[in-house]
């Protein structure tokens, strides 16, 4: 199983054409942030009487379909980055053998 990764692995280095693995992630994690930011923007443009978003709930943002926007799409980034770098750090911790303390 490590020699097909360390393969798929070279192959995205070399510049090869697979799509498969971080890609497919990475893609998914960047129209999941865009949708999040395009739902912001149709809410503050259908929704009428809206008060103004505040991002991480300390910053504010105008009540305006760009700061809905920007409220949706980094929202959504950190509600899926978050779970998602740590899934990453411990798929690479927990490959590495040496990586367990006994």
Known sequence: M????????RSDRDGGRRFGGR?????????LTAV???AGVLVATFVDGLSAPAL?????L???ALGFG????V??????GIPLALVVYVSRRIDDPD???E
């Open 99 to 101: 990586a367990i303390d």
């Open 56 to 60: 991480y709930g300390v910053i504010p």
């Open 23 to 31: 890609r497919v992630v990475i893609a998914l994690y960047l129209i």
């Open 62 to 64: 105008p009540p305006t």
């Open 36 to 38: 999040g930011g395009g």
């Open 70 to 73: 920007v409220y949706g799409a």
């Open 75 to 80: 929202t959504l980034a950190t509600v899926l």
């Open 2 to 9: 490590t020699a097909s990764r360390d393969d798929a692995d």
